[in-house]
């Protein structure tokens, strides 16, 4: 078996996923937990169709304040993104129901969404946010930003090619996922659900308050900085900054922006500086 990431054959096995037909296989050389088998497309649909939207129905005062909150965190985005060049417009990818998207809306920028969720994508557009439907997109954005999706997609790579295709030469693409390799401190009883998983737990890979968020088949990668500079290399991007939030990682640590526990790389497009 062969890594997905940098295909490297010097994979070690973590040890089954209780109620799947599936172990759990790491890399060191990009340091990334990934399944030893991956869903079907016609598995992966049934599972998230709906996935986001069933989450997202609540009371007036519910959604006054996820407005509230969505709209601050977008403002901090923006100002650290704005620090590497201009903002103007934003693809939300994977964005689900729009929260992102509605926080950036607020704050002024053109975006727009796309997610493979119909019945998510409704929801958005209920909220005043353009969607598109087809991954081939005809235009290209200053900044592609991207929640909780990374984890979620089979093909790493796939993932990275259909962003990198979005943003404009010299743009900036900011993801934010779960970050293996930081110590879990906040939810102590969040972190032993994902943990407890993996049927044998091997030394430091899974110490008792590392946050390994790795669950087939929803999270189907776990993923490390290292993963994220992998990936940039091969496809033609610049790592600019990589940060963990209320983490007591305090070498990834910024208080600029209000996400727990997750890797923030912010990559640029540098292809437009190879022509």
């Known amino acids: 078996m062969k890594c997905n990431v940098c295909g490297s054959e010097q994979i070690d096995k973590l040890g089954p996923i209780k109620d ?5 296989m790491y890399c060191a050389q990009c340091d990334t937990v990934f ?4 869903p079907t497309s016609a598995e992966l649909n049934e599972y998230y169709s709906g996935f986001t939207a069933a ?15 969505s709209k601050r965190k977008c403002r901090a985005i923006l100002r650290q993104v704005r620090k590497y060049g201009p903002v103007n417009q934003v693809l939300d ?3 689900g129901s ?3 998207a509605r926080g950036f809306k607020l704050n002024g920028v053109e975006v727009e969404l796309y997610d493979i969720d119909k019945e998510s994508m409704n929801v958005a557009e209920q909220r005043g946010i353009e969607t598109i439907s087809n991954v081939d997109f005809e235009k290209q954005y200053d900044l592609v930003f991207s929640s909780h999706v990374i984890e979620h997609y089979p093909d790493l790579h796939q993932f990275m090619e259909q962003t990198v295709k979005a943003v404009k030469p010299r743009g900036i693409l900011a993801f934010c996922c779960p970050n293996k390799n930081a110590n879990e401190f906040y939810r102590p009883s969040h972190v ?14 899974l110490a008792t308050s590392r946050w ?12 490390s900085e290292k993963t994220f500079s992998t990936l940039g290399k091969v496809h033609g991007l610049e790592l600019l900054a990589s940060f963990t939030e209320y983490s007591r990682c305090a070498n990834f640590h910024s208080g600029d922006l209000p996400f727990p526990f997750l890797i923030k790389p912010l990559l640029k497009n540098k292809r437009a500086l190879m022509e």
Do not use: M, W
Not at 20 to 24: F, G, L, S, W
Not at 35 to 38: D, G, I, K, Q, V
Not at 212 to 223: E, K, N, S, T, V
């Open 20 to 24: 799947r037909d599936i172990e759990a």
């Open 35 to 38: 399944p030893s088998r991956y």
């Open 55 to 69: 989450h997202q129905h609540g009371s007036k005062l519910r959604e006054n304040v996820a407005t509230y909150y």
């Open 93 to 95: 990818f994977g964005g």
């Open 98 to 100: 729009g929260y992102f």
């Open 192 to 205: 032993r659900n994902y943990r407890n998983r993996i049927e044998s737990k091997p030394g430091e890979l």
């Open 212 to 223: 390994f968020c790795f669950d087939p088949p929803r999270h189907l990668h776990a993923i």
